[in-house]
């Protein structure tokens, strides 16, 4: 460690622990032992894989609280009440101390992943909660009448798009919680947690929102400064614009259906055209470095380069601990005398101005001057367990009988064709065919003679050049193995094989030098087999502004192109789940636009109308492609969870437009009346709910430090998307309406009888509210006799 002899100590978790407790408690039993080292002797951590989740949680925690303070902020500026910012405000901590609730009781913990979700819920859970407010507000101010009256009245015109608001979000997260496979398990984290939270948030606006604003808010006379006044002017003009816009539009259906097929295209295009990844690389913290001396290079000799790679590595002030095992192969998982592998910790996030993916590019520099061995430098993958190096790794297999020389001769060639390619900075193998060895020639006639069974033979050298399993035994509650090897100095040259012995049935122990002829010779250091065929590892990554997803179809490629017929390619690591998972956004986005129509058809008993508000959805995707593309970022499955969220936010503002075209339709406007009259009124809570969610999605798209790709591949696609279906949407939902209303598109009743049926309802629920306020002016003039 740092230069200086040590011991090193790994600590594993046994399946369900708490990562962050065991740290802790590891951490606190170190420093009890500690206080009675001998002089001389102390211990450090130069390596926890917790420090980047605590930070990464601490990190969203933060960015949760900004989310909050800016949805906050908003509220208040359309409201311009402290009494009516203070409603909305209250349903996030409700619905996300029952989102904790509901994470806990279906055995979710607080990671990441769920923290993410909880940053993107709360954008949606205030939604509701100002719709019915600001309902509530208009009819206050609009009709004059008591809080109580108007939030009747108010839940009475929203409860509807409420709920289909709610079934509509939560139709398109649950399906996915079912998805398999790694990508399922990742969707899953987000769907439970946003569908968790949008379902409290909707029972939030039916019961507790309608409460708070009869006991909250007041008839009050707004004494507005000069910047509300200057905002209200604004927005009033913007408003009057955007209904203009919105006519014009109507007017000239055609040419706007041009301009939404065009968008259509382009969303396509951007689709084919943005790389793709698994999941965007991280800055963990540290890095790994990779050392090989030629093959047969002794163990000495490999310790001078690994001080020489130590200096290196630690004249830079931004990395904190080396931690070296010389004699460790990391990337081939074995060990040998020719291997060394480094563990690189760098300093707090907040301490140093360079990213991981830097410092990995300036080690490679600075020890590409080492003749003597190679050194490899590079990131960690960004989820644990998906390989040992980040970029990609796969398989060549020889589906017939390749030899060694023949597996050497193809996968030197190949690796040729990849690394004249521009697309990968490095490709590389670790298999080595020709590595210098020792090779005992079992005379078998002459030990059946001797009575020496030959699975004794090779169990007793295996036993003193490598280890031999014994049996278990239990001890302070765990089971240990007994391994069996001879001491160091009994195996360090050739001519020690000679005097190791073997006893023969009879009894007598027979030296292995009367057995086996020991010479020296060439060969693979390892077989490896993959799906059960001959195969050899290769390594890579692509160079830089080269996606995972642009590499593996290179790659490909190349291998149709150069690869004997009787040799093919396989994926492994991050690389296979990138393969495994490149139709699962495809399957989630279809399963959530399925469930919308069938939520919306069963909402609006028909099968038309609801793909006015289906065709909004394209603007949404629209807008986080350009967002990600512009940003240089690729199309990860944080950024499909993001497509997938977006969604349900993209059919909440349309629904708000169709409700209520449909209420003033039915009240004899015609289709492109109410629709213009619909997009008027629910301009503003349209524009209040998405600019919560747009500012509270912020903190995530600009974000640093640990787990700052992650944020940027949720935030950012979502701020884009979102963005897109607010400005641009809303002036072609009308249309939409306008032209599905007229032309009676497949319905299984007509529009009259649909229109009938929605006036009647109203009618009655007018009646009812009449009779209650009469009711009230009853009671209150029984109470002033």
């Not at 020890?367 to 430098?377: D, F, H, K, P, R």
């Not at 040799?567 to 986005?589: K, M, N, P, V």
């Amino acid at each position: 460690v740092n230069g200086r002899s040590a011991t090193l100590m790994g600590i594993f978790l046994k399946p369900g622990a708490n990562a962050l407790d065991v740290a802790r408690e590891v951490r606190a039993t170190m420093e009890e032992l500690a206080s009675r080292f001998p002089d001389g002797l102390t211990y450090t951590v130069p390596y926890d894989t917790t420090d980047f989740v605590d930070v990464s949680i601490r990190e969203v925690l933060k960015t949760l609280g900004e989310a909050m303070l800016l949805v906050f902020l908003v509220v208040f500026l359309f409201l311009q009440n402290w009494r009516a910012t203070l409603i909305p405000t209250l349903a996030v901590p409700v619905s996300l101390i029952g989102t904790f609730a509901g994470l806990l009781l279906l055995g979710y913990s607080i990671n990441t992943l769920t923290l993410f979700g909880m940053v993107l819920a709360i954008g949606i859970v205030v939604d509701d909660a100002i719709v019915v407010l600001e309902n509530v507000e208009r009819i206050m101010h609009e009709e004059g009448l008591e809080p109580r009256l108007a939030a009747i009245q108010a839940m009475r015109e929203v409860t509807g798009p409420v709920i289909a608001i709610v079934l509509v979000l939560c139709a398109v997260f649950v399906p996915i919680a079912f998805l398999g496979g790694l990508t399922g398990e990742l969707y899953r984290q987000f769907a439970v947690t946003i569908a968790i939270a949008v379902a409290i948030s909707g029972v939030v606006a039916l019961t507790l929102t309608p409460s708070l604003c009869v006991l909250i808010l007041k008839h009050e006379h707004k004494a507005e400064n000069w910047f509300f006044r200057g905002f209200n002017k604004v927005f009033a003009v913007i408003t009057r614009r955007y209904t203009a816009g919105v006519a014009w539009l109507i007017r000239r259906g055609l040419l706007a259906l041009l301009l939404f097929a065009g968008m259509v295209a382009v969303t396509a295009q951007l689709w084919r055209t943005t790389p793709g990844s698994l999941v965007p690389d991280e800055d963990q913290g540290y890095y790994i470095t990779a050392v090989y001396l030629p093959d047969g290079a002794s163990l000495e000799r490999t310790d001078r380069i690994v001080r020489q790679v130590d200096a290196i590595l630690r004249s830079n002030p931004d990395i904190e601990y080396t931690v070296a095992f010389t004699g460790l192969d990391f990337l081939g998982g074995s060990f040998k005398s020719n291997a060394a592998t480094f563990f690189v910790t760098l300093r707090h996030w907040d301490e140093r101005a360079s990213t991981a993916a830097q410092l990995v590019g300036e080690t490679w520099m600075k020890t590409g001057g080492i003749q003597e061995a190679l050194v490899l430098s590079f990131t960690p993958p960004a989820i644990f367990g998906l390989g040992n190096a980040g970029g990609f790794e796969f398989y060549l297999q020889s589906r017939g009988d390749a030899g060694a020389a023949r597996m050497a001769e193809v996968s030197q060639h190949f690796l040729g064709a990849l690394n004249q390619d521009p697309t990968f900075a490095m490709a590389q193998t670790l298999w080595r065919p020709n590595v210098p060895q020792l090779y005992a020639d079992v005379d078998r006639e002459k030990a059946k003679a001797l009575g020496v069974p030959i699975d004794a033979l090779y169990a007793t050298l295996s036993a003193n050049l490598g280890s031999y399993y014994v049996n278990d035994f239990n001890k302070l509650g765990r089971s240990w193995q007994v391994l069996l090897s001879a001491d160091k100095r009994y195996r360090n040259a050739p001519n020690d094989i000679g005097d190791i012995h073997v006893r023969s049935d009879g009894g007598d122990m027979i030296p292995m030098s009367a057995l086996a002829r020991i010479a020296r010779s060439k060969g693979p250091e390892t077989l490896e087999r993959f799906n059960n065929l001959p195969a050899v590892k290769i390594l890579g990554s692509g160079a830089p502004g080269i996606s995972t997803g642009q590499a593996i179809a290179r790659i490909e490629r190349i291998a149709a192109e150069t690869l004997p017929s009787d040799f093919s390619l396989d994926w492994s690591g991050a690389a296979y789940q990138e393969r495994r998972s490149s139709g699962t956004s495809g399957i989630a986005l279809g399963l959530g636009a399925l469930m919308v129509f069938l939520i919306l058809a069963a909402q609006y008993e028909r099968w038309s109308l609801p793909l006015a508000v289906m065709l909004a959805l394209p603007f949404g995707t629209f807008g986080a492609l350009a967002a990600v593309s512009l940003r240089g970022l690729t199309n990860d499955v944080y950024f499909q969870i993001g497509l997938v969220t977006l969604l349900g936010l993209a059919a909440k503002n349309a629904i708000l437009i169709v409700e209520y075209a449909i209420y003033k339709h039915g009240e004899g406007m015609s289709a492109a009346a109410a629709a213009i009259e619909a997009a008027r009124l629910r301009f503003r809570p349209i524009l209040m709910t998405s600019l919560a969610f747009i500012l509270g999605v912020l903190p995530l798209a600009i974000s640093t430090g640990a787990g700052a790709g992650a944020r940027h591949a949720v935030g950012t696609g979502v701020m884009g998307g979102m963005l897109a279906a607010t400005f641009l949407a809303v002036f072609f939902v009308p249309l939409f309406y306008r032209v599905i209303a007229e032309r009676k598109l497949a319905e299984k009743r007509s529009t009259g009888a649909l229109f009938d049926e929605i006036r009647e309802r109203h009618e009655e629920a007018h009646r009812k509210l009449v009779a209650e306020l009469e009711d009230a002016g009853g009671a209150r003039h029984g109470s002033g006799h």
